[in-house]
């Protein structure tokens, strides 16, 4: 079956391009009044303006303007006329208006208010379009007022010159008008009615007066000096009423149906106010005369795009207290009952293409869009079938973008009746209308371009004509480019290679056309037909095209190259920290330059097989031992985004310049925008590339697996880290500042953190006569067997030297862990501190407080094994157990340390001896126990 066989009205009856409001032509009104499709929103609105109209019959108040507000393709000026012809009800082709329009649309509730309106008080409805219509005159500051009256006069058979019609009227109220006419047409061989359109009417009419009322009245004098009335709001409503009542047929009120209001009061804080003025003289006159507006704004946007805030909202709403919002989202039903409804036979024909491909069809034609992700029913495919659903929103959208930068005449727009016209071309088109074409095939919006063709700029059609001559009319390139041309800057849709080929999808059972499309783009952005951009590719302007021929001349060499890789590893692994009892940052190497400082060292090089094996000679050496080396090959396509990011980079540094033009600041923002999107692109691409690279650590060589950078990264650090560290978890603890004074000072070793005793680094242990220090091994032995071997080569122990030292492989420990070291030292009496010059050996020196205190002190101290003593250790721990067991508290053994509690022992509190400190008592053997290398001292000494 041919697609054009299947519609139940004839596909190829007259539908007219766009609804005039002030057409009078009754074909035209009667086959509007006929097809007009009214939904559940519509005939909601219709109702409920209805309704207010009928209670101000009852019950006059000043619910009598109406602000009609919809975008295009809502219908607001087809809803306005058939209000207007409704409440007119005027026999249209030997029909009421009413009886034709409820032919088609079952509305008993609207029957029954628009019966009641027609018996209370006939109306009579005056039409006008103030962006086309006859009746506007294009004068700077001309009142709404004076169009509205033009209207008027014109509907009731007066002149539209206001001098002339001020004669009628005047003629009219003195029962010569009849007279009048007949004298004019004796007098100049033509009717009155022709002859006052001319510029001589005046001068003719002088003559005819003379007739009427003799050569002596004066008269003709009087209509040469004749001027037009000075017509505001309320001299104009109280003239329309004697108007309706001279000449309105037994019409009791007048309806006043202005279309396009919106349009015409923008931007101009007048006419806004103006067009207050006459619903406010309206409302004056409680529902006699009634105001119906149109605009595609809402009352409140138009508000507030004015320049100036002389106009209140609250005014405003309150002028036009009925406001109704048509929305573009009632079109796909009116196109659809309009143009596309099917026989039951065309139903079943296009139900049995598209069921056996449903899935496919809408894999096929999805968008990628924020706002179109709806999945269609097979049901709503049938019935707008050969459009997709979306397709009639997204030319609304479309149409409305061009009509917005200026790209149309006022006559073309997405209105209800251009869509509905525009749906019925793509079927009967002799040349690109598919009513020939087989069912199963899809319109695609090219089709669409060549048919709204005159919307797209004179500019753009340039390029697509261009493209067309050299790829062929026919070509994929051509027809990307018309949907492009078409659809760019259609809001919430990105014109990406997957959308453009979802556009373009030829038929329901058709293969997607992605890889052509993806190619043919390729081709139009090496032609500088396009631009890829954040939102899809668009077309080009002269300044667009001499900005990418510039930035394509811009080349990569090796050095550059490397100074974008490391900027981007740099940006992606900053930061990045190896957590193991504590945090090591990560120290990051790129091709010989290190661009993040840190603890554990990570080599990252490009390297062929050669270099790699040289890598892994050098990693056998005890200087390289402990770095970790990635290495990869850089492939192609990597390569590629790195030209595209330099040339972004090296763009925005020659055009950032002071002194920009508008054009500049644009492209510059793009130019931004496309940097960050290869800076995106070329980062994923040296991951996967360093992610099918290769590790070297100590000779061996190993396959790194992995697509996210930083957590690879993570793991090859990770996993090595206890090689590089062994001792790690002796010189590992969470410290605070205040524990290291505990350290040094507590005379209850079990008062120590977690972290000091055996479950941690092992500093303290517990004996059965207590805890004590272990020195003979462990980290404490570590850190003193360093000071010592720093004094026999004649070299000082500083704190900042323990600190770096014991940071570095293989212990890693942090500097709070190097102090309580340090203290613990000098509680056993195993060193001693110079501060300031000074020599500190008693843990209980108030000095210590200092150097512990703050960083800089400690880092500035130095250490050293304690100065020659003529006292053996041995005799020295006696002594402290002895001490210990008159009640003295010894944080330490140094011979300082001794003597201080000696005199204690030996003055008492208040000076009493209390006895010889050399007396015999039983032994105590926990101090001993808590410094077990006495015992080595004792031998030594023996």
Known sequence: MKIAELFRRDIHRTIEEVVKVDLADEQVIAGELDEYVATDHILDELERVFDAYQESINNPNETCTVWVSGFFGSGKSSWAKVLGYLLWNPTVLGQPAMQRFLGRTHAPTLQALLNTIHAQTPTLSVLLNLATGSNVVAKEGESVVLPVYRALLDRLGYSRNFTLAELEYTLEGDGKLEEFEAAFADIVGQPWQERRFTALAKRDAMRALDAVYGGGSGLPKWALELDAPDIDADWFAARAL??????????????????????????????????????EAFQKLRGRLWLVVTSQEKLNDVVDSLESKQVELARAQARFPLRVDLLPSDIDEVTGKRVLDKTDDGQRAVRAVISPHRNKLTANVRLASPTRLAEPG????VRLYPLLPYQIQLLIDAVSVRRTQGGASPTVGGSNRTLIKHAQQLITHPEHGLGAAEVGTLVTLDRSYELLEELIPTSWRAEVDQVASQYGPDSTEAQVMKVVALCVEVPALPLTVDNIASLLHPAVAAESRR??????????????????????????????????????????????????????????????????????????????????????PLQIEEADAARRDALRTASRESANENVVTWVYELERDTWDALVELHRSRTMIERRDTPNKTATEVELLGEERERERRHEATALKRLARDLGAGQVIFRGRIDEVDGAELRS?????????????????????????????????RTADLSALPEGLREDGIGLVRVTPGGYELVTEHGPLAALVNEIRTRASYGHEATGGYLESHFAKPPFGAQVEVVQALCAAALRAGLVEVIYQGQRISNAGDARLDQVFGALPRFRAAAFRPPAHTDVPLEVRVDLAERLEHLGQKLTGHSTDALATAVRRVRTGPRGDRPGRVGAERPRDSSFRARHPDARDHRAAWQ
């Not at 097979?378 to 495919?381: M, N």
């Open 712 to 744: 690879t990264a993570l793991r090859l650090l990770t996993d090595r880290l206890e090689e590089i560290y062994p001792q790690l978890d002796q010189f590992t603890a969470n410290l605070r500042r205040d524990d290291v004074m505990h350290v040094l």
């Open 378 to 381: 097979e049901d709503e495919l």
């Open 515 to 600: 890889e052509e499309i993806s190619d043919a783009l390729g081709r139009l952005v090496g032609d500088d037909r396009l631009r890829e951009t954040d939102d899809g590719y668009k077309l080009q302007s002269p300044e667009q095209k001499d900005w990418e021929q510039t930035r394509r001349g811009i080349d990569l060499t090796q050095g550059p190259s490397i100074r974008v890789r490391r900027l981007l590893l740099k940006q992606a692994l900053s930061g990045l920290t190896v957590s193991h009892g504590r945090a090591f940052k990560v120290d990051v190497t790129v091709d010989g330059e290190s661009v993040v400082s840190g603890d554990l």
């Open 242 to 279: 004697e108007l309706l009542q001279r000449r309105g047929s037994g019409s009791q009120r007048l309806v006043f149906v202005v279309d396009e209001a919106g349009q015409y009061v923008a931007r101009s804080v007048q006419r806004m106010l103006d067009l207050q003025g006459l619903a």
